[in-house]
């Protein structure tokens, strides 16, 4: 499960990248839990912790990997038709994007080229 929680005091970041700045008191930042009764105990666990400079950098690097091998104009929040179905793009899972389409609570992975999605990209004047 992954959340987002404000910083009640000061942690590290788990993922420790060039952006980092850690994750001082009162800073919004993203963590994922092992559930109660998982293999740690009875409790739930908190498994990482990770700043929201490191989730973004990192969601950036595979929207700008699928832009680099597939090119296509594939952005974080970008708004697409997959099969007939607006949608938006919200995040990547390795060589797909993840696609949650109008009126859906889970998203779908879809290639970058597949025949039924459209990128719906604002002219720029």
């Not at 498994?47 to 974080?76: L, P, T």
């Not at 779908?108 to 025949?115: E, I, L, N, S, T």
Request: charged share 25%.
């Amino acid at each position: 499960m992954k959340a987002t929680r404000t910083a009640r005091r000061t942690f590290s970041c788990d993922m420790r990248r060039d952006v980092c700045n850690g994750i001082r008191k009162g800073v919004r930042y993203q963590y994922e839990t092992l559930p109660p009764g998982g293999e740690l105990g009875f409790a739930s666990w908190t498994v990482w912790r990770a700043c929201m400079a490191c989730v973004e950098d990192r969601r950036e690097e595979g929207y700008r990997w699928i832009r680099n091998n597939y090119g296509v104009d594939a952005f974080h929040g970008g708004e697409v038709a997959f099969d007939g179905r607006n949608g938006s793009l919200v995040g990547t899972f390795g060589s797909h994007l993840l696609v949650l389409l109008d009126g859906d609570e889970k998203p779908v992975q879809v290639h970058p080229r597949d025949a039924g999605l459209v990128y719906m990209v604002e002219a720029t004047a």
